[in-house]
């Protein structure tokens, strides 16, 4: 008899010990499973990192670099009798804009198609005195003529045998002075250095063309003066 308590109760501690052990793991009844880092998560935690360090691209508007529709800009000229002009600026739709130059000695009309990588400019003609009207449909169907701006505004890039020397000049000018401007310039096979510096909101705001002739520089320039 005393065996056969000795044996009961040797089974329910048997049993205790047993409800015990199962309380120690989840609620599925399997133990907690160990943190397994594997090559490819390692690759995609430092992923989501760098991303993360990266800063934000900013949107850059190509549309900011003209003026609204029907301004009138003047630009003091240096170095020759048709270096000083009057600019008007006429806006077709929300891609496309003309600008007409007048020197005092013909007016130059060019047009330009705005996307979201260029400025392209798609109509240049001399000798326009009259008002440009097109249709949306003509204006799609105009090629390309050149590049005026490409993305990214980055120094060192290029384009149309342009180069982005600097996109945080400071250009002085008889209006006032510009900060974080966008300086490109071009050389010819003459030699001849041309320059146009432009800021968001106004556009090209100076241009400048550098003759070296028998050691002498020859400089024309044309810088803004006022904005009507």
């Not at 005195?129 to 060192?156: A, H, I, V, W």
């Amino acid at each position: 008899m005393k065996l056969l308590k000795g044996s009961v109760l040797f089974i329910v501690l048997l049993l205790i010990t047993s409800c015990n052990t199962v309380t120690d793991k989840d609620s599925s009844g399997a133990p907690d499973k160990p943190n397994v880092v594997t090559e490819d998560t390692k690759e995609v935690v430092e992923d989501t990192e760098k991303k993360e360090e990266e800063p934000e691209k900013e949107m850059v508007d190509l549309s900011n670099f003209f003026m609204e529709d029907g301004a009138v800009v003047n630009y003091l000229g240096d170095g020759n009798e048709y270096a000083s002009y009057r600019a008007r600026t006429q806006w077709h739709n929300e891609n496309s804009v003309s600008v007409y130059e007048d020197n005092g000695g013909t007016t130059v009309l060019r047009t330009y198609r705005i996307t979201e990588e260029s400025i392209d400019l798609i109509k240049e003609e001399g000798e326009f005195y009259d008002k440009f009207n097109p249709s949306d449909e003509e204006l799609r169907t105009l090629p390309k003529l050149s590049t005026l701006l490409q993305l990214p505004l980055e120094e060192g890039k290029s384009f149309d045998d342009w180069m982005i020397i600097s996109v945080n000049e400071t250009i002085d000018t008889p209006y006032q002075t510009f900060e974080k401007g966008i300086l490109l310039e071009k050389t010819d096979e003459s030699g001849a250095i041309q320059r146009k510096y432009f800021v968001s909101d106004f556009g090209e705001i100076k241009r400048e063309f550098i003759m070296n002739d028998d050691e002498i520089e020859f400089s024309v320039t044309s810088t803004l003066e006022s904005v009507e």
